[in-house]
């Protein structure tokens, strides 16, 4: 697939795959923004400003931004996470200058007072939606004590308090500050016209401001083996998770860690799968490697019973201690590149995905990395690379939190929250 | 460009569907055998559900870790689900490895072992599927709205109770694969890089000797729907409505179609402008269209804090009854310019496919073609939407609500 890159004077930069068999474009808009770029008096204020975002400019107002998208059939939407904020839009391609017209005006918000009040009752409504699910709430929690003072363990939603005391003026002082033009990268993939796309994007944003902006910890970090008991009476089921480190987005050894992480705890055909769900002891078992910028993490994640809880931490603990010390084989390698393979051909078929996922290799490590290089790049982990990355990284020091009705675990007294 | 749909109707009643995506590498299939929860025994409910759990446990010269991992090494992901009247067989990989994924199924669908031993552990997820709808309100109300609105057996959870669960034995679980598992009724449809004419000559091999069995259909039961609270100690109420609407055979369908899509298309639409943008009530606020085939249906939900359920409520309720009143073009444009996307963009997709290839066929036992769904898109006019708003207007409402507090529909 023809890949292209181009950067404005400002510093924003511009990738694109064309693949005209497609019959649609996906365009993002990937700010280098999240919740672990939140001073604590911000916390929440990167996802509340996603939101804000669809509020209106200066030429459109909120209801505008809504009908506009919606006249030319738009599949669009946005999500914040810990370090990313995006924007996108699956577009037919004969409405890719209508569509970029509208992304790139919200990226410029008017953030007016009145919308910025409204909104906020929206988002307050959304964390107490996810306090009602305690697999997310216990997410959330987790990821703090695992973190501890780094700022990847912010939340993204923040609380009903920080969101409630966040003002207009906070929110536009983050804005200028994050959302400087060389602080966004914007992604196109599908059938689309690559000379013409950059000049839609020039005619749109050359105008944007330049900022010194950076990241401060961008630092591995690595949770202490602990066991944290969170106890909240009205939760139904027992949730445990079980935290370590990983290498960061831009290490070769992510695809070891990737590959691991699958043949460990895949919702089928695992370690963690055999060991806990085929018997029927957990209701899921789940493994997964999860990239960020200058970190890594590993996470694992088990529901079930609150009675089981206790010995599925200790069958999902004998599971990791196994694999630290004896790896995995060369069959169970093969099924997981199989798996992997399968999955990366799937997710490239549409242009949302390919948009995606250059982006996601382009922010972290500067490389276009097209699908074939990717698979090959799966292809070529070995089972050395896999005990490397082990040594590395162990995964039988974890990080354990566990989340329900119990009152202690493992002799460990519960924090009600 | 001419799509490329295929269709064969084998001796025995099985029909095979296929759709040629050539600029694809991948290929998805789906089997829908008409073996859902609406025809799980009395007292055995939850039947067809261990069913699906048990199915996969060893089948052919497979046991249960041979054929995990014969699946694995061909890069299939995989997913059986249990709906009110057919069970549904979804896989998908590389489409060169599709033959052999085919070859594993016909294993799954006709020679499972069913083994005893597995049942106690199916049996204990099966118990934990149900714990787990407690902690999540949003799916728990539109389960207990299904139960009350649909008459039987459509409205059958397929959950079961734990106490049905329990004493389930392994004999009730192969007598509905003995009884409800068979080629008439069943739909196998495939989308992606594919030859038609091996795949026939495939599926015709591996399916060809399956013995056709009884046909009855879950036939709905005389019925009055029923409104109800259920009290749960939440942060939000959870509010789930449905009240009746057309099936999809009927020419009034896509004006059914497009009016929830005016209510709740994009984001521009009434039910996110006025519940959402305008008043700030609720983060999640929807209407969708329902159909079996013995009827069609609203259905709509909103989640937001106690003390402004009632408000959410009553504008949603407004906004619904409203909607008779008046059209715009704009809106119908912008209803159209949505279904005509997400049209194009559904050929992007091989999991779509398959499932849109044997859902026409399941409904209306033929596959639309673009053109034929574009012109009905393009002849949509406000008035014909109207007409059919008179012909069938917002009543007999059943609410379901989940939370600290019960509310009331204000006529």
């Known amino acids: 697939m023809p890949f292209h890159s181009h950067t404005l004077p400002n510093g924003l930069q511009l990738i694109g795959e064309t693949s005209p068999a497609a019959r649609s474009v996906a365009v993002g808009f990937f700010v280098r923004t999240g919740s672990r770029d939140e001073t604590p008096a911000e916390s929440g204020v990167s996802h509340f400003l996603e939101h804000m975002m669809f509020k209106g400019t200066e030429r459109r107002s909120a209801e505008d931004v809504n009908l506009d998208f919606d006249r030319i059939g738009a599949n669009y939407n946005a999500y914040t996470s810990e370090e990313n904020t995006v924007y996108y839009a699956a577009l037919l391609p004969e409405y890719l200058s209508q569509g970029v017209d509208i992304l790139a005006d919200i990226l410029r918000p008017s953030l007016r007072a009145d919308d910025f009040d409204m909104e906020k ?81 020039a005619a749109k944003c050359a105008h944007w401001n330049t900022d010194t902006v950076g990241r401060s910890q961008r630092t591995e970090w690595r949770g202490e083996p602990a066991l944290h008991v969170l106890t909240r ?34 919702d089928g055909g695992s370690r963690l799968y055999w060991a806990l769900v085929d018997p029927g002891h957990a209701d899921s078992a789940d493994c997964s490697y999860v990239e960020n910028d200058g970190n890594g993490a590993v996470y694992v994640s088990l529901s079930g019973e609150p009675e089981a809880t206790e010995d599925n931490i200790a069958r999902a603990q004998q599971v990791l201690a196994e694999v630290q010390a004896g790896g995995i084989t060369a069959e169970e390698l093969h099924q997981a590149k199989s798996k992997i393979l399968s999955r990366v051909v799937r997710g490239s078929e549409r242009p949302m995905g390919r948009m995606q996922a250059i982006a996601a290799a ?26 490397a990355y082990l040594d590395a990284y162990p995964i039988d020091k974890q990080t354990v939190v566990a989340f329900g009705k119990l009152k202690e675990v493992c002799g460990v007294t519960g924090t009600p929250v | ?78 997913d059986e689900s249990v709906g009110a009247v057919n069970m549904r067989f979804w896989g998908s990989t590389l489409a060169r490895n599709v033959p052999a994924a085919l070859d594993i199924y016909a294993d799954i669908l006709l020679r499972p072992h069913l083994p005893e031993e597995e049942l106690e552990p199916v049996v204990a997820l099966a118990i934990q599927d149900i714990q787990s709808l407690e902690d999540a309100p949003q799916s728990k109300v539109m389960v207990e709205l299904r139960k009350r609105y649909y008459p039987p057996p459509m409205n059958k959870d397929r959950r079961g109770t734990v ?17 409800r598992f068979r080629p008439n009724g069943t739909i196998l449809s495939v989308a992606g890089n594919v030859e038609w004419e091996p795949l026939k000559e495939q599926v015709g091999r591996l399916f060809g000797d399956w013995k056709p069995g009884a046909t009855d259909d879950a036939t709905p039961q005389p019925h009055v729907p029923q409104s ?178 019960p509310l009331e529909v204000k006529e």
């Open chain 1, 121 to 201: 009752k929206v988002i307050l409504e959304e964390i107490e939606m996810y306090e009602d699910q305690p697999g997310s709430v216990a997410w959330d929690r987790a990821r703090r004590l695992y973190y501890a003072n780094h700022p990847l363990g912010n939340s993204v939603l923040g609380t009903k308090e920080s969101v409630g005391a966040l003002t207009p003026e906070q929110m536009r002082g983050y804005f200028t500050r994050r959302y400087a033009a060389n602080n966004i990268v914007v992604s196109v993939a599908g059938n689309f016209d690559w000379p013409r796309f950059v000049e839609l994007i």
């Open chain 1, 233 to 266: 009476e009205k939760v139904q089921q027992e949730y445990a998770m079980m935290m370590c480190g990983g290498p960061p987005a831009h290490s070769r050894l992510r695809y070891a860690a990737d590959a691991l992480a699958l043949a460990v705890g895949d």
């Open chain 1, 362 to 387: 382009w922010t972290y490590t500067g490389e276009y990395r097209d699908v074939d290089t990717e698979l090959a790049n799966f292809e070529a982990v070995t089972l050395a690379d896999v005990r």
């Open chain 2, 1 to 78: 460009m001419g799509q490329q749909v295929y269709q064969h109707t084998f001796a025995n009643g099985l029909v095979l569907l296929a759709e040629r995506m050539d600029h694809v590498r991948s290929a998805a299939f789906n089997f829908l055998v008409p073996a859902g929860c609406a025809f799980d025994p009395a007292g055995h409910g939850g039947a067809a559900s261990v069913l699906a759990g048990l199915i996969t446990r060893g089948a052919g010269a497979r046991g249960s870790r041979e054929l995990s991992l014969a699946l694995d090494n061909l890069g299939v992901d995989s």
């Open chain 2, 163 to 179: 106490a049905e669960l329990e004493a389930l034995t392994i004999g009730a679980v192969r007598a509905v694969h003995a009884s």
């Open chain 2, 228 to 405: 109800a609270h259920i009290h749960k100690d939440t942060s939000q109420t959870q509010i789930a409505l449905a009240y009746p609407s057309v099936t999809i055979t009927d020419p009034d369908f896509y004006h059914a179609r497009a009016a929830v899509s005016v209510l709740s298309g994009g984001m521009s639409s009434r039910l996110f402008t006025e519940v959402r943008e305008k008043r700030g009530l609720c983060y999640s606020v929807y209407a969708t269209h329902e159909s079996l085939k013995t009827q069609g249906s609203v259905l709509a939900y909103a989640g937001t804090r106690a003390e402004r359920a009632q408000e959410t409520l009553d504008v949603t309720l407004n906004e619904l009854r409203r909607l008779k009143d008046g059209i715009s073009d704009d809106e119908l444009d912008r209803v159209k310019a949505g279904l005509k996307s997400s049209l194009i963009m559904q050929e992007e997709s091989t999991s779509a496919r398959a499932g849109a290839i044997a859902t026409d066929w399941y409904y209306l036992n033929r596959v639309r073609s673009f053109d034929e769904i574009q012109a009905i898109i393009d002849g949509l006019t406000p008035a014909k939407i109207l007409a059919h708003l008179e012909r069938h207007p917002v009543k007999n409402v059943t609410l379901v609500t989940l939370g600290p507090k």
